[in-house]
C-alpha cells in the first residue's frame, strides 16, 4: 500500500492550503469562503438586492456568455441576504445549493426537486432550532424515499445499481399534491415574517420547446406571495422567455452579466491567495499578472478557462519540478497542444474530422455537416452523440427550421479553445 506521507500538496510550495484556481462556482458553503473571495458586480448586486428588498415576490432570469460567474454571482447575493446576518436577523430563507435543472425535467419534478432541496436545507440550516418549523417539511420527510426517487433516477441513468430503504418504489406523488405543498409551505414562511430566494441553475439543458413548456406550467406557482425566483442560463433563454407573452409579462427585467474587467479578476485571485495563505502568512504568486492579463485577452475574459489553463499548467509543471513554477505562455501552450493530442488520439478518425470540421467553420447544420463529410446523416447523428458524451460538442435545434440540429464545439469545457485557430 502507498505510504501516504509520499504524496504532496503542490499548492503548499506556494504557502496556500489549496488550489486559488478553483473554476468551481463558489456556493454558500464551501472550501473558498464566498464572503471573502468574492469580487466585483457592485452595481447588479445593488440593482437585484433592491428589487428583492423591495418586492415580496420577483422573477429574474440572470444571463450571460459561458465562464462570466452568474452562478457565483447569485449565490453571493443569496449569502448577503440570507446568510450575512443570523437567522433571527435575516427577512429571507434560502436552499444551500442552486437547484439543477435537467433535461428530462417535468412541472412535476420541478416541484418535488424544489421541495426536497428545501427540505435538506432546513436540516443544514437547522431552521427548526433556530425557531422555525415547518409542517409542510415533516410531510416531505414521512415521503423521503419517493423524494429521494431522483437519486434512482440518476444512477439508472448512468448504468449504476442503486438500492432504496425499500424494495417497493411508491407511485410518483401527484402535480397537484406536491403543489399544494409548496404553497403550504410558503403560506407558513410568511406567517415567521419571511421570504424564500430560490435558485434554479442550468436552464439550457432543456430544448427551446421544453423549456417553453415548463415556464408555462410554472408560470402561476412563481407568482407565490413572499417568494423570489432567480433563473441563471445562457443569453439565448431571454427570447424564449420574451417569445412566450404569458411568461414574459410575470418576469422582472433581466439582469445582463458581462465578463468581469481584467483588474477585477487579478483582485479575485489576489482575494483566493490571501484566504487560503491564511492570517500573516507569507504566501508565493503561483501566477505572473501579465500572463493573466494575456489570457484575459485571448479567452475574452472567461474566467472559468482561464483558471483552468493556469491550474491544469501550473499542476504539470509541480509535478515535472521540485520548486514552485511561475506558468508562462509558452508553457501554456505546449500544455493545451498535449490535452488536444490527448483527445484526439481517444477519437475515431470520423470524430476527429467532425471536430475539425467544425473548428474551420463554426457552427453548422447537421445537413451541412453531413454534406460536407461525405456522410449519411444517419451515420453522422451516432458519431455526434458520442461527442456529444466526451463534452467535446453541443446541438441545438436550429431555429430557421425546427427539423434540423444545429452542431457546435462544446463551451462547457475550457478544451473547445484549444481547437481555435488563434
Given at each position: 500500500?502507498?505510504?501516504?506521507?509520499?504524496?504532496?500538496?503542490?499548492?503548499?510550495?506556494?504557502?496556500?492550503?489549496?488550489?486559488?484556481?478553483?473554476?468551481?462556482?463558489?456556493?454558500?458553503?464551501?472550501?473558498?469562503?464566498?464572503?471573502?473571495?468574492f469580487?466585483?458586480?457592485?452595481?447588479?448586486?445593488?440593482?437585484?438586492?433592491?428589487?428583492?428588498?423591495?418586492d415580496?415576490?420577483?422573477?429574474t432570469?440572470?444571463?450571460?456568455?459561458?465562464?462570466?460567474?452568474?452562478t457565483?454571482f447569485?449565490?453571493?447575493?443569496?449569502w448577503?441576504?440570507?446568510?450575512?446576518?443570523?437567522?433571527?436577523?435575516?427577512?429571507?430563507l434560502?436552499?444551500?445549493?442552486?437547484?439543477?435543472?435537467?433535461e428530462?425535467?417535468?412541472f412535476?419534478?420541478?416541484?418535488?426537486?424544489?421541495?426536497?432541496?428545501?427540505?435538506?436545507?432546513?436540516?443544514?440550516?437547522?431552521?427548526e432550532?433556530?425557531?422555525?418549523?415547518?409542517?409542510?417539511?415533516e410531510?416531505i420527510?414521512d415521503?423521503?424515499?419517493?423524494?429521494k426517487?431522483?437519486?434512482?433516477?440518476?444512477s439508472?441513468?448512468e448504468?449504476?445499481?442503486?438500492?432504496?430503504?425499500?424494495?417497493?418504489?411508491?407511485?410518483?406523488?401527484?402535480?397537484?399534491?406536491l403543489?399544494?405543498?409548496?404553497?403550504?409551505l410558503?403560506?407558513?414562511?410568511?406567517?415567521?415574517?419571511?421570504?424564500?430566494?430560490?435558485?434554479?441553475?442550468?436552464?439550457?439543458?432543456?430544448?427551446?420547446?421544453?423549456?417553453t413548456?415548463l415556464?408555462?406550467?410554472?408560470?402561476?406557482?412563481?407568482?407565490?406571495?413572499?417568494?423570489?425566483?432567480?433563473?441563471?442560463?445562457?443569453?439565448?433563454?431571454?427570447?424564449?422567455?420574451?417569445?412566450?407573452?404569458?411568461?414574459?409579462?410575470?418576469?422582472?427585467?433581466?439582469?445582463?452579466?458581462e465578463?468581469?474587467?481584467?483588474?477585477?479578476?487579478?483582485?479575485?485571485?489576489?482575494?483566493r491567495?490571501?484566504?487560503?495563505?491564511?492570517?500573516?502568512?507569507?504566501?508565493i504568486?503561483?501566477?505572473?499578472?501579465?500572463?493573466?492579463?494575456?489570457?484575459y485577452?485571448?479567452?475574452?475574459?472567461?474566467?472559468?478557462?482561464?483558471?483552468?489553463?493556469?491550474?491544469?499548467?501550473?499542476?504539470?509543471?509541480?509535478?515535472?519540478?521540485?520548486?514552485?513554477?511561475?506558468v508562462?505562455?509558452?508553457q501554456?501552450?505546449?500544455?493545451?497542444?498535449?490535452?488536444?493530442?490527448?483527445?484526439?488520439?481517444?477519437?475515431?478518425?470520423?470524430?476527429?474530422s467532425?471536430?475539425?470540421?467544425?473548428?474551420?467553420?463554426?457552427?453548422m447544420?447537421?445537413?451541412?455537416?453531413?454534406?460536407?463529410?461525405?456522410?449519411?446523416?444517419?451515420?453522422?447523428?451516432?458519431?455526434?452523440?458520442?461527442?456529444?458524451?466526451?463534452?467535446?460538442?453541443?446541438?441545438?435545434?436550429?431555429?430557421?427550421?425546427?427539423?434540423?440540429?444545429?452542431?457546435?464545439?462544446?463551451?462547457?469545457?475550457?478544451?473547445?479553445?484549444?481547437?481555435?485557430?488563434?
Open positions: 500500500m502507498e505510504n501516504e506521507n509520499e504524496f504532496e500538496n503542490i499548492w503548499a510550495r506556494y504557502g496556500l492550503k489549496d488550489t486559488p484556481y478553483n473554476a468551481k462556482a463558489l456556493s454558500l458553503i464551501g472550501t473558498l469562503d464566498i464572503s471573502q473571495v469580487f466585483g458586480r457592485k452595481n447588479e448586486l445593488k440593482l437585484l438586492g433592491d428589487r428583492i428588498f423591495s415580496n415576490s420577483t422573477r432570469a440572470i444571463v450571460g456568455e459561458v465562464g462570466t460567474g452568474k457565483t447569485v449565490n453571493y447575493l443569496r448577503k441576504l440570507c446568510r450575512q446576518k443570523s437567522l433571527k436577523e435575516t427577512r429571507f434560502t436552499t444551500i445549493n442552486e437547484i439543477k435543472i435537467r428530462d425535467w417535468t412535476n419534478k420541478f416541484l418535488r426537486e424544489t421541495l426536497f432541496e428545501i427540505y435538506d436545507s432546513s436540516k443544514i440550516f437547522k431552521w432550532e433556530e425557531g422555525i418549523k415547518l409542517k409542510v417539511l410531510i420527510r415521503n423521503l424515499d419517493i423524494f426517487k431522483k437519486t434512482l433516477e440518476i439508472e441513468k448504468g449504476l445499481k442503486f438500492k432504496s430503504d425499500s424494495d417497493e418504489i411508491k407511485p410518483e406523488i401527484s402535480t397537484e399534491l403543489q399544494s405543498w409548496l404553497y403550504k410558503c403560506e407558513e414562511i410568511r406567517g415567521y415574517n419571511k421570504r424564500l430566494i430560490l435558485h434554479y441553475n442550468n436552464l439550457e439543458n432543456l430544448s427551446p420547446e421544453k423549456l413548456s415556464l408555462m406550467s410554472i408560470k402561476e406557482i412563481i407568482q407565490i406571495e413572499n417568494t423570489h425566483w432567480l433563473f441563471v442560463g445562457p443569453t439565448e433563454i431571454l427570447s424564449i422567455i420574451e417569445n412566450t407573452p404569458q411568461v414574459h409579462s410575470v418576469f422582472n427585467q433581466h439582469q445582463i452579466l465578463s468581469l474587467s481584467e483588474k477585477e479578476v487579478l483582485h479575485i485571485l489576489e482575494l491567495c490571501k484566504f487560503l495563505s491564511g492570517e500573516d502568512t507569507k504566501y504568486k503561483p501566477y505572473d499578472e501579465k500572463i493573466v492579463s494575456e489570457l485577452k485571448k479567452l475574452n475574459g472567461n474566467i472559468r478557462f482561464i483558471f483552468k489553463l493556469l491550474e491544469d499548467t501550473t499542476s504539470y509543471l509541480c509535478h515535472k519540478y521540485s520548486s514552485p513554477c511561475i508562462n505562455i509558452e501554456i501552450n505546449i500544455i493545451q497542444e498535449k490535452a488536444k493530442e490527448e483527445i484526439l488520439a481517444k477519437l475515431t478518425d470520423n470524430q476527429k467532425i471536430i475539425i470540421t467544425i473548428m474551420d467553420n463554426g457552427e447544420v447537421v445537413g451541412e455537416l453531413a454534406d460536407k463529410l461525405n456522410m449519411k446523416q444517419q451515420n453522422l447523428s451516432k458519431e455526434i452523440q458520442k461527442l456529444k458524451k466526451k463534452a467535446l460538442i453541443t446541438e441545438k435545434m436550429n431555429p430557421e427550421d425546427r427539423r434540423s440540429k444545429i452542431i457546435n464545439l462544446s463551451e462547457k469545457t475550457y478544451l473547445s479553445f484549444i481547437f481555435s485557430k488563434k
